[in-house]
């Protein structure tokens, strides 16, 4: 009888997809990372999952046994198993669990790359023994998990939890969604870069950023740009983290977190975004919040993160059973 069980972790992104085979420990045994190749169909990219797997999966020993598969995906709806219309993915709605079982028969759970990674960070990483925390995703978007008394909040559609499209500046920026003001036009990277090019024309401060082109900018410049001192990427973090601090105050109002974990890019920048963050989020609380929430980088490897959330979904489900 096999006593080492193993699930099977897929996060499909834009560009690429990662593949993971991990165990209860977050231990991965196996990797793969292909082209999602976004134009093509989506039974195609399946397809070419399970013929990557099909050689592992068949050396497995006999002491180890695949128990279910974890499918974190732009748009991925818990409820559904499917995804619907996710941005840079030409597929449409689709049932990702169905594609999934074609290929093995066992239990497949779907949700959003944002709340696989709250999930992620539930089981192996900085949330473990929590049962109240948010996980806020800063990447090329903004994305949110947030966890009440140890279960994710998926709403009664699936689609809780989409913080980056929290109006934060009426009228303001316009957004990749078609509104304008989203937290994503100021908290992501591309929104740090927009800061930036604000900053230089209300300014005629020296910066090193100035002789950088618009879509050349990086927010990885911009955090070395303000490791020497400059001050026009310094004020940009803390424009930043002003914005990200005066969202996050509503939503401890909201949920009263334990902690608000902050994974991705922009979170890599260390106290350039933590401390004007949990200082603007500490001037908006009421009172009775004040203090009792923290503000903690995620727990999980980055090259891992996107893989061990996916297996967190599987595992997470596994346990209900």
């Keep these: 009888m096999p006593s080492r069980e193993l699930v099977i972790g ?119 023994g929590m049962k109240d925390f948010i996980e806020v995703t800063l990447g090329t978007g903004v994305g949110s998990g947030i966890v009440v008394n140890g279960e994710l909040v998926y709403g009664h559609d699936g689609f ?16 990749g969604c078609g509104r304008r003001g989203c937290l994503e036009t100021y908290a992501s990277a591309p929104g740090l870069r927009r800061t930036v090019f604000e900053k230089l024309s209300q300014t005629n401060e020296e910066s090193v950023l100035r002789d950088i082109p618009f879509n050349d900018l990086t927010s990885k410049m911009v955090y070395d740009a303000a490791l020497e001192g400059d001050r026009v990427a310094m004020a940009s973090f803390e424009f930043t983290g002003k914005v990200l601090g005066e969202t996050l105050a509503d939503a401890v109002a909201y949920f009263s977190p334990e902690a608000i974990v902050l994974f991705g890019g922009l979170a890599a920048a260390g106290d350039f975004i933590f ?47």
Excluded at 26 to 34: T, V, W
Excluded at 160 to 175: K, P, Q, S, T
Excluded at 283 to 300: A, C, D, F, Q
């Design 10 to 128: 897929i996060d499909i992104g834009g560009t690429n997809t990662s593949v993971g085979i991990v165990d209860r420990e977050a231990r991965i045994s196996y990797r793969i990372e292909l082209p999602t190749e976004a134009e093509k169909p989506a039974e195609m990219l399946f397809e070419r999952i399970f013929k990557k797997l099909q050689g592992r999966l068949q050396k497995l020993s006999a002491e180890s046994k695949i128990v279910g598969i974890g499918i974190g995906a732009p748009n991925g709806n818990y409820y559904t198993g499917g995804i619907e219309n996710p941005p840079n993915l030409k597929w449409g709605n689709v049932n990702l669990v169905k594609l999934a079982k074609k290929y093995i028969d066992l239990p497949v759970a779907v949700t959003n790359d944002a709340n696989a990674a709250a999930l992620g960070e539930m089981l192996f990483g900085a949330a473990r």
């Design 160 to 175: 809780a939890g989409e913080m980056g499209h929290v109006i934060v500046r009426r009228n303001g920026r316009l957004c």
């Design 275 to 321: 401390i004007p963050t949990k200082q603007h989020m500490e001037h908006n609380l009421l009172p009775i919040y004040r203090n009792k929430v923290k503000i903690i980088p995620s727990g999980l490897p980055e090259g891992d993160a996107a893989i061990l959330g996916s297996a967190a979904l599987i595992w997470n489900e596994l346990k209900k059973d």
